[in-house]
């Protein structure tokens, strides 16, 4: 019997304009990021996509399905996918011993029910919310912050809390609180990256109190780096520095360089944006040191996968431009391009931003609005998150500033307006 086309995802391929093999690169991407695997084998290919398409395969497995929904947006059974069903299956005849194994565990499991009490919580339950939270980072890599990100950490956060009241081991308590800040942590930061403050704010404050009921220093110190963010978006530059010097201080920079680069770095845009250019400067310095001691193979917390050489160039912008020295800003941008992976598409649409505000203030206005063309291109179609619209319409600013009234300008505001400024 010949198999149905699955047409609502071949209607969604052509859509989004993914070729085959351009889909199985993108979906490989996300599931190394998630399993923090790099060896090929197992990887998906374009013929895996094709027997999507024909109908072949109704139901994809686990990652590559987790992958799928990540990239696309969308649920697999929106994408047109079937689970199967699997009454049609006939068991294989019971062994004796099993079923009485069975009937005894069933039983128990009666007892724990009709006498009130909780089933206990264990390392599955950890593992499987740990999962989850991968899941929410890698969507969040991909698109950047929106409310469905927000909304699926604060689930996660709101379930790690409520397994508190069942019964469990010290150690897995303070998993359970880690978990729960973690998750807290990734709905304020996607706060930050839409630019809703207020909600940034609220829930920064609440994984903060987590973390250290968890006593997580890693966690702690990411709360203090998404503050610095929120302080350095609300124009507070002395309390971004504070907050970058509560990440410096936290017991994990003393134990991973990796962690205390990311923190120079985050000092080193408020010494810049406070005038402070050699403190700027030496704290970059800092930044790189640390960075080339760490690394980069050890196991981490997910949140921190996109730090690295890509991230420090890109921050190492921010800085070049904020002291006027916009050709090195040019040219770290360009060399976070390099290096930066494909899934991290917000991080290079935000890299792209900035590269075409360091090309506009040294003047080359043809080449710095042509550059933001490729700032969509970047987001291939998907809602701009609010840092990359607040960048845009900064460049806007410094256009109309630098060529007012000119056929370019004019130009570029007619065919972008719309679309950077579109919530």
């Not at 935000?350 to 206005?365: F, N, V």
Request: overall charge positive; hydrophobic content about 45%.
């Amino acid at each position: 019997m010949p198999h149905a086309r699955n047409e609502a995802f071949i209607a969604w391929m052509a859509r989004n304009g993914w070729t085959a093999l351009e889909l199985a690169t993108s979906l490989n991407a996300v599931i190394r990021e998630v399993t923090q695997k790099t060896s090929p084998r197992g990887e998906l290919s374009e013929v895996t996509v094709r027997k999507w398409r024909s109908g072949e395969t109704t139901w994809p497995q686990g990652k590559a399905r987790m992958a799928l929904e990540q990239v696309s947006g969308l649920s697999a059974a929106d994408l047109g996918f079937v689970p199967p069903d699997r009454r049609k299956h006939r068991a294989a005849p019971e062994d004796p011993l099993r079923r009485r194994t069975f009937f005894t565990v069933a039983s128990a499991a009666g007892a724990v029910v009709l006498t009130g009490a909780a089933p206990s919580v264990g390392s599955s339950d950890v593992l499987r919310l740990r999962q989850q939270l991968d899941t929410v980072n890698a969507l969040d890599d991909q698109r950047g912050g929106h409310d469905r990100v927000e909304k699926a950490a604060l689930a996660g956060a709101a379930e790690a809390v409520t397994l508190q009241a069942r019964t469990a081991t010290q150690r897995t308590q303070q998993r359970l609180f880690s978990l729960a800040a973690d998750f807290t942590a990734t709905a304020a930061w996607s706060c930050v990256d839409a630019r809703e403050r207020a909600r940034a704010r609220q829930h920064l404050d609440r994984a903060l109190y987590l973390a250290g009921l968890a006593q997580d220093p890693s966690l702690t110190m990411r709360v203090w780096n998404s503050v610095s963010m929120l302080a350095h978006q609300q124009g507070d530059h002395a309390e971004s520095l504070a907050a970058g010097q509560a990440a410096k201080a936290t017991a994990i920079t003393r134990r991973d360089p990796l962690y205390a680069s990311l923190a120079h770095a985050r000092t080193a845009i408020a010494h810049a944006h406070l005038n402070e250019d050699r403190s700027a400067l030496r704290a970059l310095d800092l930044a790189a040191c640390s960075l080339a001691k760490a690394d980069l193979d050890r196991p981490r917390s997910s949140w921190i996968a996109f730090y690295g050489a890509a991230e420090l160039h890109a921050l190492t912008a921010i800085v070049r431009d904020r002291i006027g020295d916009a050709a090195d800003a040019e040219a770290a941008s360009f060399q976070a391009l390099a290096v930066l992976p494909e899934t991290f598409r917000r991080n290079r649409a935000l890299t792209t931003a900035r590269l075409s505000l360091a090309q506009l203030h040294q003047g080359d206005i043809e080449q710095a609005t042509a550059t933001t063309a490729r700032v969509f291109d970047e987001m291939c179609g998907a809602p701009l998150p609010g840092r990359v619209r607040s960048l845009l319409g900064e460049f806007h600013r410094d256009l109309i500033t630098l060529a007012p009234g000119s056929a370019t300008t004019l130009d570029w505001a007619d065919r972008y307006r719309t679309e950077w400024s579109r919530p």
